[in-house]
C-alpha cells in the first residue's frame, strides 16, 4: 500500500507537470488530446509495472485505495509548492537557454559575421581599385584609336544590317514549312 501511495504522488505531481508544460506550451487542440492520451497511458503502465514489481500484478481494493490516498495528499499538501517550484525551474531554464543563445551569438556568430563583412569590405575595395585601373588603361587605349570609332561604328552597321536578313533566312529555313 505504500508504494501505491508513492505512485499516487507520483502521479499527482506528473500530472500537475503536465498541466504546466501543457499550459505554457499552448498546443493545438488535437495535440492536446494525443498529449492527454499518451500522459494516462503512460500513467497506467508506470502503475502497472509498480504493481507487477510489488504485488505480482495483483489487484485489490487496497492498491486502489492506497492510489487515492496518495494523489489526495499530495493534493491536499504538496501541489501549490510543486507548481511554484516548477514554474521557477521553468523560468530559471528559459532564463539559461536565452542567456546560452546570446551567448553562442556573442562568441560565434558575431565574429564571424563581423569576419565576411571585412572580406566584403576588401572585395568591394578591390574592385573599385580594378574598375579604377581597367577605366585609366581603357582611356590610355581608347585615346589613340579615337579616329577609328567612327569607322568601327560603320563597320558594326554594316554587319548587323547583314546579319539581320541572314537570321530571316535562317528562320525560315528551319521552319516546318519549308521542310515539308
Not at 501543457?22 to 502497472?48: C, E, H, N, Q
Not at 585601373?133 to 577609328?148: A, E, K, T, V
Request: hydrophobic share 60%; aromatic share 20%; net charge positive.
Amino acid at each position: 500500500m505504500a508504494f501505491m501511495s508513492l505512485c499516487g504522488i507520483f502521479m499527482g505531481m506528473g500530472f500537475d507537470t503536465y498541466h504546466v508544460i501543457k499550459g505554457k506550451g499552448r498546443f493545438p487542440l488535437w495535440a492536446v488530446f494525443i498529449l492527454d492520451l499518451l500522459f494516462w497511458l503512460s500513467s497506467v503502465g508506470i502503475v502497472f509495472y509498480v504493481l507487477v514489481w510489488v504485488n505480482d500484478g495483483i489487484v485489490r481494493f487496497p492498491i486502489y485505495l492506497g492510489i487515492i490516498i496518495g494523489a489526495w495528499l499530495y493534493f491536499l499538501i504538496g501541489s501549490k509548492v510543486y507548481i511554484r517550484f516548477l514554474l521557477t525551474v521553468l523560468e530559471w531554464s528559459i532564463w539559461v537557454f536565452q542567456i546560452s543563445v546570446k551567448f553562442i551569438d556573442f562568441l560565434l556568430i558575431k565574429p564571424i559575421e563581423i569576419i565576411f563583412h571585412f572580406i566584403w569590405i576588401i572585395l568591394g575595395f578591390l574592385f573599385t581599385v580594378l574598375a579604377k585601373i581597367g577605366l585609366f588603361i581603357w582611356r590610355i587605349i581608347s585615346w589613340p584609336l579615337s579616329p577609328f570609332v567612327p569607322w568601327g561604328r560603320n563597320l558594326w552597321k554594316s554587319i548587323r544590317g547583314k546579319m539581320a536578313g541572314a537570321k530571316e533566312k535562317l528562320k525560315k529555313w528551319f521552319t516546318k514549312e519549308n521542310k515539308e
